[in-house]
């Protein structure tokens, strides 16, 4: 195999072969042809006449050209576009070296847009519905670790500081929720599709009022037929010789929106791994560091941050693009689409593919997340130890006097010279709290300090996340093959 030419990254290392076919010349080509064939078809059946009266379009054409729908001819329209430099006019007159008896009726009435803003439609509506399965996935894997820990308490932070403790399956719910809104966004997007349909150069429809005759009835009826044939509801009501470009901005910052979350998600377990608490997988012979042989690096976590960077930006272009549109139409959107467009779906697909790989291998140090829980815990206790000495015939006051006293110094024992938090036992060691060290430490149990954690987790799982997936158990089970 030939060396001597950029790969896309993203074809080579990070996107599925499912989404590299969505947005491969064969899905692009054969989706042109299947256009045609319903462009054909809808004139045949709305009774395009010829100028003698008689049928334009006949069953024999239409059955040729569905004979050849998906053979195409590749080296004729190569050789077609280097001498007219048109892409879809060299396809035209492939399909018609192909299919000599329609190649009349090929195209009739029709702008380059007709192929080819239907094919990206179509295309973005397929690569939509993978995302989403692959969505629903991740949030299935996530469920299933969300309840396997719904009940191990550990430290929350805010600021990155130790703050009032959760779950681990709680924590797994922030990132489901987030991942729920994507969902949402995704579902709304994929409802909201509609083909360009047939409108002609400046959206006027003019071309097909001329082929019939100034019959407006029939004319209306053309873009209904050829949704429905291409499986759409609706094509718009209104265009200029393209769909809006809106259309593509509108799906990447869809697009945006998972790569955000799953960033969120990247960070997160990259700081718990930094912690030692959580590990993302890590294969038998796998290399963390070229130079420094014990590293175990969050090489998956820190890819889908950086692809999810990539998606971010991205979804500036066709923001821009559909700024700058003028009038009916400009070519100035066509090269930036090619690009941006292809290129965040099959980022995003290698985000969720990399997410699904690292939360299905997430390897749980639970004596760790015990032992960082229980050198801060002491802290966040003291309100519950002033109370049960109170209980006891304290002075609240005082002893509020003397727990900020006591924290101060076991702070500065921790920080100031790097040895264990002795808060508990300068607490037991004072009479006027009347405790002893065992019955401070029982106070210390962890579980006593998670709030409703673990019943929020099971009440989401159960309530929200469940329904889901009973909905969408035929997509379930997807597995992630990605390059480690």
């Known amino acids: 195999m030939s ?8 074809c080579e290392r990070y996107a599925s072969k499912e989404m590299q076919y969505i947005f491969s010349p064969d899905m692009k080509f054969k989706t042109w042809r299947k256009l045609w064939i319903a462009l054909a078809e809808t004139e045949k059946e709305l009774g395009l006449k010829d100028e003698n009266g008689n049928p334009r379009i006949t069953d024999e054409q239409i059955e040729e050209l569905k004979a050849h729908a998906d053979d195409i001819n590749y080296d004729v329209a190569r050789e077609r576009e280097k001498l007219v430099r048109h892409d879809v006019m060299s396809h035209v007159y492939a399909y018609g070296v192909q299919c000599p ?23 973005m509506t397929e690569a939509l519905k993978l995302v989403r399965k692959k969505l629903i996935n991740v949030i299935n894997e996530l469920a299933k670790f969300a309840d396997q820990y719904k009940d191990l308490p550990t430290l929350a932070f805010t600021h990155f500081q130790p703050a009032q403790p959760t779950t681990v399956g709680k924590r797994a719910t922030l990132w489901m929720q987030e991942l729920l809104l994507d969902l949402s966004d995704i579902e709304y997007m994929i409802s909201q599709q509609k083909l360009l349909g047939s409108k002609g150069t400046t959206g006027t429809q003019a071309s097909f009022l001329e082929l019939f005759g100034g019959d407006h009835e029939t004319v209306r009826k053309i873009d209904g037929k050829i949704a429905e044939k291409m499986g759409f509801a609706e094509c718009y ?32 377990i990259r700081l718990l791994q930094h912690l030692k608490q959580i590990e993302e997988p890590f294969e038998k012979n796998q290399i963390g560091s070229s130079a420094m042989a014990y590293k175990r690096n969050p090489m998956r976590s820190e890819r889908i941050a950086s692809l999810a960077n990539y998606v971010m930006c991205d979804a500036l272009n066709p923001a821009i693009t559909a700024a700058t549109q003028w009038f009916e139409r400009t070519l100035d959107d066509s090269a930036n689409k090619r690009i941006s467009v292809p290129e965040a779906f099959l980022a995003v697909d290698g985000i969720l593919d990399l997410y699904l790989n690292v939360v299905d291998g997430l390897v749980v140090y639970d004596k760790v997340i015990y032992q960082c829980f229980m050198k801060e815990i002491p802290f966040m206790a003291t309100e519950n130890i002033m109370m049960d000495a109170v209980k006891r015939g304290g002075n609240r006051q005082e002893l509020h006097e003397k727990i900020r006293e006591y924290s101060m110094l076991a702070g500065e024992q921790v920080k100031k010279y790097g040895r264990e938090n002795d808060l508990v036992d300068r607490i037991a060691a004072d009479p006027d709290f009347g405790m002893t060290k065992e019955e401070i430490v029982s106070i210390l149990e962890p579980k006593n300090f998670v709030g409703r954690a673990p019943e929020q987790t099971r009440e989401f799982l159960a309530e929200v996340i469940q329904p889901i997936l009973d909905e969408n158990k035929d997509i379930l089970g997807v597995t992630a093959e990605i390059n480690v």
């Open 101 to 123: 008896k329609a190649a009349g009726i090929i195209h009739l009435g029709a702008t380059s847009c007709y192929v080819g803003d239907n094919t990206d439609v179509i295309v």
């Open 237 to 268: 009501p209104v265009s200029g010789q393209t769909y809006s470009r809106k259309v593509d901005s509108r799906v990447l910052n869809v697009l945006s929106g998972i790569a955000q979350s799953a960033h969120k998600f990247s960070n997160d």
């Open 3 to 10: 060396k001597d030419k950029y790969e896309s990254p993203l």
